[in-house]
């Protein structure tokens, strides 16, 4: 079949403008009241997002690519970037717990798979399913590629350049640059080379694949369960209300849930049970879920909570839309 250009552009905006809402927006950062903020973010949200993938369909890869790629889209971010994962003075980071090789350990742990996962796979799984007719097409041409590779490029300099704002004087160690810098090209390479082709899973439906509600619920729980064990919120200063060398705890818990549920939705995932409607209920139920955390964790005011509860709403009412056009 063959694909309209103005099609796959109209896509590739809308993922483009999807990312950095999903990523940001719908946690309560920034609050409704600062959304200008996104204007600043969507080149290097949005045109990474739309380059990752242009990358993985363009090789053949499937999600294990576009999670590689996904956190490594997040080391460019927090360690090129902002260097909020070196920073000893960045959002105050550092304090979460201890510093390990120089890293802000824990918000390591919880940015880049958060990066994979919520500003990059999500958003692409969404607008593959609004237009389920190019989801294993890329949407751009040749130059569409390049565009999107050098808005990203300008939109991580603009990124750097604004955290000279909030962050002066800091510049993160050469040591530190050049690992970020190989550890990108690592993931890079294993997601477009060394990362088998999905198989095609096998037509008949499966009882191994629950139903669509109790995939959301489990989603939920994971993204909630995940951001709640390595965020401080309610005060705390350190993940999960630890203290001192007690942070290791939520730590390894946050890692063993998400090693859990990636194990639990790769069994789900290889069935022929599992359907579009088991996907949005994946998504929905993590984005409800992130929601209701930022909800808790994010708003500095009753207004700023109030208006993310609101925009929680509207969100649960598109995704209900969707699920009816899924059917």
């Known amino acids: 079949m063959v694909t309209s250009p103005a099609r796959g552009r ?17 946690l309560g950062n920034p609050p409704l009241r600062q959304a200008w903020l996104l204007l600043l973010w969507t080149p290097i949200y949005g045109a990474g997002t ?8 363009r090789t053949g890869r499937g999600w294990y690519a576009v999670l590689l790629l996904g956190a490594a889209y997040g080391i460019v971010e927090e360690g090129l970037a902002l260097q909020a994962l070196t920073s000893p003075t960045l959002y105050g980071v ?19 798979p958060y990066h994979a996962v ?6 692409i799984l969404l607008v593959d399913l609004v237009v389920p007719a190019l989801r294993h097409r890329p949407y751009l041409g040749r130059t569409g590629l390049v565009v999107a590779g050098v808005v990203f490029v300008l939109g991580a300099l603009l990124l750097r350049w604004t ?41 008949a439906a499966s009882r191994a694949v ?18 709640a064990l390595l965020f401080p919120f309610g005060g705390a200063r350190h993940p999960a209300f630890t203290h001192g060398g007690w942070v290791v705890v939520p730590m390894v818990a946050a890692a063993l849930l998400a090693v ?16 579009d409607r088991h996907s949005l209920a994946l998504a929905g139920g993590a984005l ?40």
């Open 10 to 26: 109209w896509a590739a905006l809308l993922l483009a403008g999807l990312t950095p809402v999903v990523a940001e927006l719908t």
């Open 260 to 275: 859990a549920a990636g194990m639990l939705l790769r069994r789900w995932t290889a069935h022929g049970g599992w359907r």
């Open 163 to 203: 955290t000279a704002f909030v962050d002066p004087g800091y510049q993160a160690p050469p040591a530190a640059l050049a690992a970020f810098a190989l550890a990108i090209a690592v993931l890079a390479l294993l997601a477009l080379r060394f990362v088998p082709r999905p198989p095609v899973p096998p037509a």
């Open 118 to 123: 919520f500003s990059v796979a999500l958003p």
């Open 94 to 112: 550092a304090g979460w717990a201890p510093r390990i090789l120089g890293l802000n350990s824990a918000y390591t742990e919880l940015n880049i």
């Open 288 to 327: 409800v879920a992130h929601t209701a955390f930022g909800v808790i964790a994010n708003g500095d005011t009753t207004a700023d909570r109030v208006s993310l509860a609101a925009l929680g709403v509207v969100m649960i009412v598109l995704l209900a839309l969707l699920a009816r056009r899924t059917r």
């Open 50 to 57: 739309v380059l990752i993938r242009e990358l993985v369909r």
């Open 210 to 227: 629950p139903a669509p509600p109790v995939v959301a619920c489990l989603a939920g729980v994971v993204a909630f369960g995940y951001l």
